[in-house]
């Protein structure tokens, strides 16, 4: 008598199934562990490729925009160009910050560099786009700088030799393990010491320390602290000096209805009742002769 076994339970199909799959599977199939060296590659990697579509796309839309007959179809395709680098050129902004110009404002100039930029490129030159742009967008900010970011501004050729002092500063101290003098800075420039010494003198005219710096060892006393205070004391000396002499040249009846007004503090109706005369007359009186004073103190302010 021959029997057949009962099918498998649907429990037992699908315990089956796993071991028959789980069985098949390659033991290379196991994905390997992710590390930060594995993710980084991943990300440079990515980065490659974007980089890469990217420059096919700007040189598919500059190829395009030169075939174009219409204004309007080619300025949107060089639009698209700019946005498609706009990231980059904020990037290059971001590298000027912490200067003394707001990075808004540096952003600002890096996107009408771009724009600069890909209105002027020529795609038949065959050269890369960003070879182009990069250094003009660069240069727009270093332009920026010099024209704009100076609280003081020194005369142009300081403001050039600072840039290069920079540079050698850092090289410098690299290799003698201390900060340069600046006889050493002036020889590895080949410029004047005199110069050099001039340029670092002028260091703070592009941002000047705020008053609010620390000036003493304790570091509670600030620069603002060691300013002096207005003094209404010497300002009043300072006023008797500059008026001393234009006061002199004043007649005796000028000076004395000076002396009633500012400083026995008379009213115009008073000293029209002292000296005969009618208030209008005194008002008249006291315009000729402020006048005069406000005169007579300039062109000494002026020799």
Same mark, same amino acid.
């Given at each position: 008598?021959?029997?057949?076994?009962?099918?498998?339970?649907?429990?037992?199909?699908?315990?089956?199934?796993?071991?028959?799959?789980?069985?098949?599977?390659?033991?290379?199939?196991?994905?390997?562990?992710?590390?930060?060296?594995?993710?980084?590659?991943?990300?440079?990697?990515?980065?490659?490729?974007?980089?890469?579509?990217?420059?096919?796309?700007?040189?598919?839309?500059?190829?395009?925009?030169?075939?174009?007959?219409?204004?309007?179809?080619?300025?949107?395709?060089?639009?698209?160009?700019?946005?498609?680098?706009?990231?980059?050129?904020?990037?290059?902004?971001?590298?000027?910050?912490?200067?003394?110009?707001?990075?808004?404002?540096?952003?600002?100039?890096?996107?009408?560099?771009?724009?600069?930029?890909?209105?002027?490129?020529?795609?038949?030159?065959?050269?890369?786009?960003?070879?182009?742009?990069?250094?003009?967008?660069?240069?727009?900010?270093?332009?920026?700088?010099?024209?704009?970011?100076?609280?003081?501004?020194?005369?142009?050729?300081?403001?050039?030799?600072?840039?290069?002092?920079?540079?050698?500063?850092?090289?410098?101290?690299?290799?003698?393990?201390?900060?340069?003098?600046?006889?050493?800075?002036?020889?590895?420039?080949?410029?004047?010491?005199?110069?050099?010494?001039?340029?670092?003198?002028?260091?703070?005219?592009?941002?000047?320390?705020?008053?609010?710096?620390?000036?003493?060892?304790?570091?509670?006393?600030?620069?603002?602290?060691?300013?002096?205070?207005?003094?209404?004391?010497?300002?009043?000396?300072?006023?008797?000096?500059?008026? $001393?002499?234009?006061?002199?040249?004043?007649?005796?009846?000028?000076?004395?209805?000076?002396?009633?007004?500012?400083?026995?503090?008379?009213?115009?109706?008073?000293?029209?009742?002292?000296?005969?005369?009618?208030?209008?007359?005194?008002?008249?009186?006291?315009?000729?002769?402020?006048?005069?004073? $406000?005169?007579?103190?300039?062109?000494?302010?002026?020799?």
């Amino acid at each position: 008598m021959t029997t057949t076994a009962p099918p498998p339970s649907g429990a037992d199909r699908s315990a089956t199934t796993r071991t028959t799959v789980d069985d098949a599977r390659p033991d290379d199939a196991t994905p390997a562990p992710s590390t930060p060296e594995t993710r980084a590659a991943r990300r440079a990697v990515a980065r490659s490729n974007a980089s890469q579509a990217r420059n096919e796309r700007t040189r598919e839309l500059f190829t395009l925009a030169l075939a174009s007959e219409s204004v309007v179809e080619r300025q949107q395709l060089l639009d698209q160009v700019i946005v498609l680098h706009l990231e980059l050129a904020h990037a290059e902004a971001k590298r000027y910050r912490s200067r003394g110009v707001p990075l808004d404002d540096l952003r600002q100039v890096a996107a009408l560099a771009l724009t600069k930029a890909t209105n002027g490129y020529d795609v038949t030159t065959g050269h890369d786009f960003l070879s182009y742009a990069v250094p003009t967008i660069r240069g727009e900010l270093r332009k920026h700088f010099r024209d704009h970011g100076w609280m003081i501004r020194p005369p142009r050729r300081i403001q050039e030799l600072q840039a290069r002092i920079n540079v050698a500063d850092a090289e410098l101290a690299n290799e003698l393990g201390r900060a340069p003098l600046p006889a050493e800075i002036a020889r590895r420039l080949e410029e004047p010491e005199a110069s050099v010494i001039e340029a670092l003198a002028s260091d703070g005219c592009f941002v000047p320390a705020s008053l609010d710096h620390p000036a003493g060892g304790d570091g509670l006393t600030t620069l603002g602290d060691l300013l002096p205070f207005d003094d209404l004391d010497h300002q009043a000396s300072e006023a008797r000096l500059v008026l $001393r002499p234009v006061l002199r040249a004043l007649s005796d009846r000028d000076r004395q209805i000076l002396t009633m007004r500012f400083y026995e503090g008379l009213t115009q109706r008073e000293i029209a009742s002292r000296i005969g005369v009618t208030q209008m007359q005194v008002s008249r009186l006291l315009t000729r002769i402020l006048g005069q004073l $406000r005169s007579d103190v300039g062109d000494l302010k002026g020799r």
